[in-house]
């Protein structure tokens, strides 16, 4: 499963780092922080989710409220949102 995180769309409310630890805070720019990521092109964050982290990773791509988190299975097909 791969996650992708839009951090210019991300408006800072946190409630992704509350389901998933890969989540952090950066306060300063009131944006989420998607550890051990990649910058594919310009603020789109991504990276592999580990098999034990998947449940977290779906909470948190469900509880955006901006559908900045996206995650899809490994045929590339989007699961959420
Ligand atoms: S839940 Fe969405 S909007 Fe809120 S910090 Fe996480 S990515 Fe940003």
């Known amino acids: 499963m791969r ?3 839009d951090r210019d769309t ?3 409310m946190f409630q992704c780092v509350a389901e998933w630890d ?3 805070r950066d306060e300063d720019a009131g944006k989420a922080v998607l550890t051990d990521s990649e910058e594919r ?3 789109l964050f991504v990276r592999e ?3 034990d982290a998947e449940f977290d990773a779906k909470f948190a791509a469900r509880t955006c409220p901006v ?3 996206a995650l899809y299975d490994d ?3 989007q699961l959420i949102p």
């Open 75 to 77: 045929d590339g097909e």
């Open 41 to 43: 092109e310009a603020d």
């Open 22 to 24: 890969a989540f952090e």
């Open 10 to 12: 991300c408006i800072g």
């Open 3 to 5: 996650i992708e995180y």
């Open 49 to 51: 989710v580990p098999e």
């Open 67 to 69: 559908d900045a988190i």
